[in-house]
């Protein structure tokens, strides 16, 4: 009888604010990143395009290419938001290589290399990969569907019974 008394009072109060995701509902992986450089400024991509270490971009083993991920260090939070245009090799025992500006903006050009999270932007962009893997995904990827939150009405909820 509480819980009901509880749910009526949440669905009744003027507030409806959008219940938020769990925090690790969009990570994909976990794993360390490096960056690189002038060695391979205005080389040919992967993907074809001429590789600007001044770019946010970023090398990934499996990710398709164009694909947005937020990729944050773990000791100090600090992120940046990258596209997936190049390929690290198989045997690489790095997750993603970032470009030099990316690699700037995690404070790597002193370490050279850390641990990260990688993140994508939206439910939307699991699903899309989860669709791109199939059967399957790498190993290391947690991919899982991700439901978006249930948005009460601005009416709030109408729990009086029908008795007709």
């Known amino acids: ?23 690790d509902a969009l990570l994909i992986q976990e794993g360390t990143a490096s960056f690189y450089g002038r060695r391979f400024h205005l080389r040919r991509t992967s993907n074809g395009e001429v590789f600007h270490m001044d770019s946010l971009t970023a090398a990934h083993k499996t990710l398709p290419f164009d694909t947005r991920v937020k990729v944050t260090r773990v000791d100090t939070g600090e992120f940046v938001w990258v596209r997936i245009n190049d390929r690290l090799p198989r045997v690489s025992k790095r997750t993603i290589d970032l ?26 962009d699991i699903n899309r990969l989860i669709e791109y893997f199939g059967d399957d ?10 439901e978006e ?6 009416g709030g909820l109408d729990f009086s019974i029908d008795r007709r």
């Open 137 to 146: 995904p790498p190993s290391s990827m947690r991919l899982r569907p991700v």
């Open 99 to 124: 470009s030099r500006k990316a690699g700037t903006r995690l404070g790597l050009l002193h370490d050279g290399i850390t641990d990260v999270r990688i993140e994508v932007e939206t439910p939307a």
């Open 1 to 23: 009888m509480w819980n009901w008394f509880l749910i009526l009072i949440a669905a009744l109060s003027s507030e409806h604010s959008q219940p938020s995701l769990p925090p």
């Open 149 to 154: 939150p249930v948005i009460v009405p601005d």
